[in-house]
């Protein structure tokens, strides 16, 4: 099957009917279905996060990450890598910018967000807004794990087709990595958007050479996007970089800085996590007396803003990916917080949480929604659950009736006190992951323990009732069959309920959140950023939010060149989040 590669695109000239066949291959041929062979990718369906060999690889990726993670780090080599520092400007001495983060998920809700992207102007809630000439991807581009072909198929694949050529602007692209992308040591990352010839994807222009980038903006802007997710420092070819960048800067100099995560929300949990921008912004921004204005992150899959006087932290990481919770968020935070160890932190200033996209009521109505799509979206979780319970139904019933009496019973026979040993352990271990952040807490154990108790309390009532059906008088090994064809469906349908229900209450406590919208995989609420600078410095921000992304796509009839090469068959209603947040050029604050 043929893929999208690294072919370059052509430049759009307004003029230029034949603009699509100067490219050749790719570009040239505009599909006529949605069928992978005529896409050059493969659209995929969203990750379904509780599947049991998901599980397992991703926790073994990130347990190898955590213990290797130092051995297979490539930005100590990226020091060779050439240190370049673009300028962005509009033709109007203005700037438009994007931020979007954790895409590159399902094609439905990866698409929909590249689409609003790639179109030449969008008028959300009165506001006329241009296709920006700068876009920022904020981390995690590709899920679960990074890959070539992953990257192909969930997230270049997916651009390429809502902007196919490069149009007359010609808009750059910049990427941090995140987790995700750190999976593989950043080869693929590093493949794609680091790349120093046809640097292309899809009609965007790369501008970077490393995993980390600085980039001139008008008025005397910069933004700056840090590579952090290996560890909680920061390398020195990347301090060493920065501190070239920070020669340029001045009293007058205002900073955007792209970080993984949104480690002030973090911090709360883990007093430790803020440690690593806050050291970047005292030892390299600080000194030079320009203010960091703007802080942007994605990882959890939701948009949030916190404010405190000059300065936003602003979380959006809706580009694709499941929607992550917004009602568990703290109103106010202290940054850096006060239990820190470090000795030499910046002082700590309160900020209070300014604005949320669901809201807050949406969020929790979207939670009680796990009961129907916990299920549906993870039939391998269900499966799994049948088994185990079926396992510990057998060995309940034959210490019931003491009937394991042949040597193939026995083989097949497990023991009782193993099982619930198991189930214990299991529910407490889901409960807090060993590769989770954060430390144990007593209501992770006893929730944890509790959902354990409940599976083995669900698995006593089911060996009853099944004691009381004909099958279990079969001659062995037919109760086995039948219990595998009949009750484990059954048993695994009730059990995903009963996760369900833990999931709900869990959430309540701050306990399995993401697990509780992990498993539902909703792919709507999806959301990014629109910012403008204007000349005399002023930035405004939009965040434009997408309630209900596209679930059926059709060829786009526009035969332009950079048309997106599909269009939804309803169309998208974009809206603001909240209203445009403006930060003003004058406004001083110490950092």
């Known amino acids: 099957m043929p893929r999208v590669t690294d072919d370059s695109a052509p430049v759009v000239e307004p003029d230029d009917t034949h603009a699509s066949e100067a490219a050749g291959g790719r570009e040239a041929h505009r599909p006529r279905s949605t069928k992978p062979h005529e896409l050059g990718f493969t659209p995929r369906r969203p990750v379904p996060w509780l599947a049991p060999l998901l599980l397992i690889s991703t926790g073994l990726r990130t347990l190898l990450a955590m213990l290797f993670g130092a051995y297979l780090d490539k930005r100590e080599l990226q020091r060779a890598f050439a240190d370049e520092v673009p300028r962005q400007v509009g033709p109007d001495g203005g700037l438009w910018l994007d931020y979007v983060a954790d895409l590159g998920d399902g094609f439905d809700a990866t698409y929909s967000v590249a689409y609003l992207l790639a179109q030449r102007e969008l008028t959300v809630d009165g506001h006329r807004l241009p296709r920006a000439q700068t876009l920022i991807m904020g981390g995690d581009q590709v899920y679960p794990s990074a890959s070539y072909a992953a990257y192909e198929d969930r997230c270049k694949g997916p651009y390429q087709a ?17 987790n995700h992308d750190w999976y593989d040591g950043l080869t693929a990352f590093l493949r794609i958007f680091a790349r120093t010839r046809d640097r292309h994807f899809g009609g965007w222009l790369t501008g970077q050479t490393r995993s980390y980038f600085a980039a001139e903006l008008p008025a005397d802007w910069w933004l700056l996007g840090l590579d952090d997710q290996s560890g909680s420092y920061l390398d020195d070819p990347q301090l060493t970089y920065f501190e070239q960048v920070a020669r340029r800067l001045g009293p007058q100099s205002r900073v955007i800085l792209v970080v993984p995560e949104p480690t002030w929300v973090k911090a709360v949990d883990d007093p430790t996590a803020y440690d690593s921008i806050d050291y970047f912004v005292r030892t390299v921004v600080a000194p030079t007396g320009a203010r960091v204005r703007v802080i942007l992150s994605g990882d959890l899959h939701h948009y949030s803003r916190y404010e405190s006087g000059d300065r936003q932290l602003i979380t959006c990481g809706g580009g694709g990916a499941y929607l992550y919770p917004t009602h568990q968020l703290p109103e106010r935070i202290e940054v850096p917080p006060r239990e820190t160890l470090s000795r030499r932190a910046s002082r700590t200033r309160e900020y209070a949480l300014a604005g949320r996209y669901p809201t807050a009521g949406r969020s929790r109505r979207y939670g009680f929604g796990v009961f129907a799509r916990l299920p549906w979206r993870n039939p391998g979780f269900v499966t799994l659950l049948g088994t185990l319970h079926t396992l510990l139904m057998l060995a309940m019933a034959g210490v019931a009736t003491q009937d394991v009496d042949s040597t193939d019973q026995r083989l097949f026979s497990v023991p009782l006190v193993m ?20 430390n144990r807490q007593v209501r992770h154990w006893l929730l944890g323990v509790g959902h354990g108790l409940a599976h083995v309390g669900l698995a006593a009532l089911g060996t009853w009732a099944w004691l009381g ?6 001659p062995w090994p037919l109760p086995a069959v039948a219990a595998a064809a009949l009750y484990g469906p059954v048993a695994g349908l009730v059990a995903t309920q009963l996760v ?4 709900l209450l ?36 939009y965040p434009v939010a997408i309630d209900r992304v596209g679930r059926r796509w059709q060829v786009n009839p526009d035969p332009g060149p950079d ?12 809206r603001l989040a909240e209203p445009p947040t403006v930060v003003p050029a004058d406004a001083r604050a110490s950092n």
């Open 563 to 574: 048309a997106s090469w599909l269009a939804p068959a309803e169309p998208l209603r974009p």
């Open 500 to 503: 369900a229900g833990y999931l």
């Open 469 to 474: 059906l004909p099958p279990h008088d079969w």
């Open 162 to 178: 809502a902007l196919p050529v490069t149009p007359p602007e010609r808009p750059t692209l910049f990427a941090i990595p995140g």
């Open 419 to 438: 099982m619930v040993v198991v189930t214990l352990l299991g529910a407490a271990f889901f409960a807090k992951p060993p590769t989770a952040s954060g």
């Open 506 to 541: 869990a959430g309540a406590f701050g306990v399995n959140l993401n697990e509780l919208f992990a498993g539902q995989g909703i792919e709507d609420a999806k959301a990014f950023l629109r910012m403008r600078i204007d000349p005399d410095g002023t930035l405004t921000i």
